[in-house]
């Protein structure tokens, strides 16, 4: 199994690498949509608290999307830790119909402590993480949220917080993440870079016009 994680904070370019890795071929991105990892600690712990969890996801699944969640499995009432991977790949399969060789990837924005927990689930599994300059993201984000000064400002303590968990716990030397600047992502030597780490052979360049449109603000902050 090489399911795909994709994790960065909010306003960082997740959902423009969300749209890049989609287009790839036998890849289905979910976005928004049963964020699996973020019940592990919603429901700690997720092993015995799993069947609340999976009702709390079919639930949120149908008032948001108005679509069921067919699950074809009934776990038990106690799941060892490494039964979640199964649980989870089956979220994914019926979620976006996975077919054989086809690989699931699914975007969760502000769960960067997650990602151990993902490769310990999935240890052929791939994590993408961009991260963006947090004035650009301040910036970004007073525009799209209805909190006013200074509660907008929690997004820059929110970047620190990142890096300094990247930098602690080593993010950028382990070979199955890839750290992403989003001030240089959307260009043809780095997108060629993604796709070389989720081995795919670099074809058509996604320009950023079709990502974000012509009036797609890169720094923000300026």
């Given at each position: 199994?090489?399911?795909?994680?994709?994790?960065?904070?909010?306003?960082?370019?997740?959902?423009?690498?969300?749209?890049?890795?989609?287009?790839?071929?036998?890849?289905?991105?979910?976005?928004?949509?049963?964020?699996?990892?973020?019940?592990?600690?919603?429901?700690?712990?997720?092993?015995?608290?799993?069947?609340?969890?999976?009702?709390?996801?079919?639930?949120?699944?149908?008032?948001?999307?108005?679509?069921k969640i067919n699950l074809k499995f009934s776990p038990k009432k106690n799941v060892k830790r490494k039964d979640l991977a199964f649980v989870y790949d089956k979220l994914m399969c019926n979620l976006l119909k996975i077919k054989p060789k086809e690989r699931w990837a699914?975007?969760?924005?502000?769960?960067?402590?997650?990602?151990?927990?993902?490769?310990?689930?999935?240890?052929?599994?791939?994590?993408?993480?961009?991260?963006?300059?947090?004035?650009?993201?301040?910036?970004?984000?007073?525009?799209?949220?209805?909190?006013?000064?200074?509660?907008?400002?929690?997004?820059?303590?929110?970047?620190?917080?990142?890096?300094?968990?990247?930098?602690?716990?080593?993010?950028?030397?382990?070979?199955?993440?890839?750290?992403?600047?989003?001030?240089?992502?959307?260009?043809?030597?780095?997108?060629?870079?993604?796709?070389?780490?989720?081995?795919?052979?670099?074809?058509?360049?996604?320009?950023?016009?079709?990502?974000?449109?012509?009036?797609?603000?890169?720094?923000?902050?300026?």
């Open positions: 199994q090489r399911p795909i994680f994709i994790s960065g904070l909010y306003r960082s370019g997740t959902t423009g690498v969300a749209e890049i890795i989609d287009r790839l071929e036998n890849i289905k991105v979910a976005v928004g949509s049963i964020h699996f990892m973020r019940l592990i600690n919603k429901f700690y712990p997720l092993e015995k608290n799993l069947n609340y969890a999976l009702k709390y996801v079919k639930k949120s699944y149908k008032s948001k999307w108005n679509k699914e975007k969760t924005n502000v769960q960067w402590e997650s990602i151990p927990d993902f490769l310990k689930m999935y240890p052929h599994g791939q994590v993408v993480h961009i991260y963006r300059d947090p004035r650009s993201v301040a910036a970004s984000f007073k525009l799209f949220t209805k909190h006013k000064y200074p509660m907008f400002l929690d997004s820059v303590f929110a970047s620190k917080a990142m890096f300094n968990y990247i930098i602690k716990n080593s993010l950028f030397k382990n070979p199955n993440i890839i750290l992403i600047k989003f001030e240089s992502f959307f260009s043809k030597k780095k997108i060629k870079e993604l796709y070389s780490f989720l081995d795919f052979d670099y074809s058509n360049f996604i320009s950023k016009k079709s990502l974000g449109g012509k009036n797609f603000i890169y720094k923000s902050f300026s």
